[in-house]
């Protein structure tokens, strides 16, 4: 089932019509939760499901900024395992 017209400007350098969203989950997940919107986030869940949006901030959330990573651990009440993550870095810079 393609993504909705309106997630074009989320997902700019692929064709939404044409994404398989299950195969790329985590890179859709990954666009939505950096850059979405409220309306954005709440299709994510519905579409994905928390927990599973949950694991990919705990298992995948290095590839988020430290800004977003860090609200996302909060909502999510989980924490980034990636050994790539920089737990020393405060937030805000």
């Known amino acids: 089932m ?5 997630f074009q400007g989320l997902l700019w350098d692929v064709d ?5 969203e299950e195969r ?5 997940i990954e666009r939505f939760l950096e850059l979405g919107d409220l309306d954005e986030v709440r299709w994510l869940m519905e579409r994905y499901g928390a ?3 949950r694991g990919f901030v705990r298992d995948a959330g290095h ?5 977003a ?9 989980t924490a980034v ?13």
């Open 63 to 67: 590839r988020l900024t430290p800004r």
């Open 2 to 6: 393609p993504l909705p017209d309106r």
């Open 16 to 20: 939404v019509r044409t994404l398989d």
């Open 81 to 93: 395992t990636s050994p790539r993550r920089h737990p020393d870095i405060p937030w805000p810079l």
């Open 24 to 28: 790329y989950a985590g890179y859709v």
């Open 51 to 53: 927990e599973r949006v």
């Open 69 to 77: 990573a860090s609200l996302w651990e909060r909502v999510f009440e």
